[in-house]
């Protein structure tokens, strides 16, 4: 079971960039589905998470009405739309999957990406 995390890079502060998160070896079905941040130095922090259904949505408050997080089940694919840039948000982004929202939030979940950087510049 992976989850494969893609779509990072270097971008100018305002700049957008998109991440996928891959799944392979199962479905996930009825799993929530969450991203993840650690930037050097720091504790990985929750950044957004969407129900299997995709009829809900969470957010970090640092990240809302910046961020936007979706998911194609057919594709059994996850994204993270990432616009309006800013250097704070530099770090590596970890995708991740758990049956309970409560353990996804908190960073507990079995199952993880191996991570993509994300490098916003000034």
């Known amino acids: 079971v992976q989850l494969q995390a893609s779509g990072g890079g270097l971008v100018q502060a305002g700049g957008s960039l998109r991440l996928s998160c891959a799944a392979s070896g199962r479905t996930f079905d009825y799993y929530f589905m969450g991203w993840f941040r650690q930037a050097p130095g720091k504790e990985r922090e929750f950044v957004a998470a969407?129900?299997?259904?995709?009829?809900?949505?969470y957010y970090a408050d640092s990240v809302k009405g910046r961020f936007t997080i979706s998911r194609d089940n057919a594709k059994n694919t996850r994204y993270l739309q990432m616009n309006s840039l800013k250097p704070e948000d530099t770090a590596v982004y970890y995708c991740?999957?758990?049956?309970?929202?409560?353990?996804?939030?908190?960073?507990?979940?079995?199952?993880w990406g191996q991570g993509t950087q994300v490098t916003v510049s000034s």
């Open positions: 991740a999957a758990d049956r309970n929202l409560s353990q996804l939030r908190r960073g507990v979940s079995n199952y």
């Open positions: 969407i129900t299997w259904s995709g009829s809900s949505t």
